[in-house]
């Protein structure tokens, strides 16, 4: 996590010299270098810290990590009950209701006899009305459990409803959130200017926990007399001096 405030730090005092006709202009100047500061988002136990102050690093190098284990658990909690969803039932779940509907299409088959002997006797006054009404209603209850079983094994072959998967979708996704703010990476090229907590210190979410100089906020600034101005050109060559060193 990146956090918004920055600070500016004046270096020490630059001479820029610039070549005119063989003559050099020495001016004053300074070296600007404005600092990001980076925190975990989330509340923790510092658990790796990753890089050494002074060092240089390019994009997408990790830092440092808090509470690291317990996010990367959470993360993979949420991806298993997602993928979860996506099967369906598990297999013995499915294998029961599957024997259930064995035994009701065996029901229905002998519902069905018992219902059509009943009607051709009914006729013939060996049986009575009230009894096939009785075999007719069992019959009919036979159907019904088969419809029934049949639509509950379709729907344990199936995965989770829409809206059950998108709120699992969404589990995974703050987590890998919550994971990459506790882990953050450098977006620029820069150098690690100070850390500022040891390994197993708790850190507060938001607070600092590495100062980093990108490259690119590096900025040198000198003054011009306006005299001189029209004779600098873009492009143009310079020496930066400091402390009696030369930088080409």
């Known amino acids: 996590m990146y956090v918004n ?3 500016c730090l004046f270096l020490t005092l630059l001479f820029c010299a610039a070549c005119d006709n063989g003559k050099e202009h020495e001016f004053p100047g300074y070296v600007e270098g404005e600092y990001v500061y980076i925190a975990s988002g989330s ?3 510092l658990e790796r810290i990753d ?3 002074g060092q240089e690093v390019k994009v997408g190098h ?3 990590a808090v509470d690291f284990i317990s996010l990367e658990s959470s993360l993979n909690l949420a991806q298993s009950e997602y993928d979860d969803l996506l099967k369906g039932k598990r297999p013995e779940e499915i294998q029961i209701v599957k024997k259930q509907m064995e035994q009701a ?3 229905l088959i002998n519902a069905k006899r018992c219902y059509e002997r009943h009607k051709g006797l009914v006729g ?3 049986v009575s009305q009230a009894e096939l009404d009785e075999k007719t209603a069992d019959y009919q209850a ?3 459990k088969v419809q029934e079983l049949s639509a509950a094994l379709d729907v344990a072959n199936m995965g989770a409803r829409k809206d059950a998967l998108n709120v699992a979708k969404q589990k995974i996704i703050q987590a890998k959130k919550k994971l990459e703010d506790a882990s953050p990476k450098t977006k620029q090229s820069g150098r690690i200017e100070e850390i500022y907590y040891h390994l197993g ?3 507060e979410a938001g607070s600092p926990v590495i100062s980093f100089l990108p490259f690119e906020n590096v900025k040198i600034r000198f003054f011009i007399p306006q005299k001189i101005l029209s004779k600098i050109n873009f492009n143009q060559e310079i020496k930066i001096t400091f402390s009696g060193n030369n930088v080409p």
């Open 201 to 203: 210190e708790f850190v």
């Open 124 to 126: 013939i006054g060996a």
């Open 105 to 107: 299409q065996v029901n």
């Open 51 to 53: 890089v050494v102050r």
């Open 62 to 64: 990790t830092l440092f």
């Open 142 to 144: 036979c159907q019904a």
């Open 43 to 45: 509340s923790g136990v």
């Open 5 to 7: 405030f920055k600070k």
